[in-house]
């Protein structure tokens, strides 16, 4: 089925993620069926340790999967094809993945980082033509760094940092998204303008965008689609709907903490 017909990019069924070792096997969950769709921001919550990094990384085929499958759109057959039937090169042309980590870049100004997303198309020798130039520059006016443009990396800001990041993305042409914790290391405001561009970006530009957070009242605002990891439990649906069957406030209630399923906020008691 086509995407134009069907939003759904990737399709988890029944997969397994954790890892395996020469004598061992460790599971981290299962079971796992679920959709991202095309043209929203989808936030996946959990405490730590339950597999978010885990499921990021075999999303993006970082790391295989357990048993199960990854089933990812193919713009060329435009039906859904398992992620282990693409080569490496087929998924640096789908998917774009944004890590946590800051890159320890100096003496490279921001439009040529934001180039080395255009290496999927440049062949060995990495040489950029006019066109591959004017993607970069499109990217970087998409995200509306251009005042960054010819800023030296390691002068940025963490939020000016990130917002490279995701313009190196965007000049990669993939119509997914992943991202992992791409408001760490943010003030409250940046987190907040991160999470409406990526929303934005979702929403103008069709793509599919995935990524993990700890900003939960932020996603619950901002997120067209939620999950909530939990031990070998995955919730999924809008923010409203979790709320109304309990999801949310099973995940974030503790003594002294209490959750608004009606207003989709947080109240912290006072002692």
């Known amino acids: 089925m086509s995407r134009r017909m069907n939003s759904e990019t990737i399709i988890l069924k029944n997969l397994s993620i954790g890892y395996r070792t020469k004598n061992d096997t460790r599971t981290v969950a299962n079971g796992i069926n679920a959709a991202i769709r095309q043209g929203e921001l989808t936030c996946l919550l959990g405490a730590n340790g339950v597999g978010k990094s885990t499921l990021l990384r075999t999303l993006s085929a970082f790391q295989p999967a357990l048993d199960g499958d990854v089933m990812l759109h193919n713009s060329l057959t435009s039906h859904l094809s398992p992620l282990t039937s693409f080569s490496d090169k087929q998924l640096s042309r789908m998917i774009g993945v944004v890590l946590t980590e800051k890159p320890d870049i100096r003496n490279m100004t921001v439009r040529e980082l934001v180039a080395l997303g255009r290496s999927p198309y440049t062949g060995f020798w990495g040489t950029l033509h006019d066109e591959d130039w004017q993607v970069v520059d499109e990217a970087i006016d998409a995200v509306r ?43 409250f405001p940046s987190k907040v303008e991160m999470m ?60 002294g903490i209490t959750f608004d399923a009606q207003n989709l906020t947080v109240r912290v008691n006072s002692l």
């Open 145 to 187: 760094i251009g005042n960054l443009r010819e800023r030296m990396v390691h002068t940025l800001s963490d939020g000016e940092r990130q917002k490279v990041m995701i313009a190196k993305a965007l000049a990669q042409q993939t119509p997914v998204i992943f991202l992992d914790e791409p408001t760490a290391f943010l003030d």
């Open 196 to 255: 409406q561009l990526l929303r934005r970006l979702a929403k103008e530009a069709q793509k599919t965008i995935f990524l993990s957070t700890h900003d939960f009242e932020l996603a619950l605002q901002v997120a067209d689609r939620l999950w909530l990891m939990e031990d070998n439990n995955l919730s999924v649906g809008t923010p409203k709907e979790l709320a109304e069957n309990g999801a949310l406030a099973r995940y974030v209630e503790r003594p």
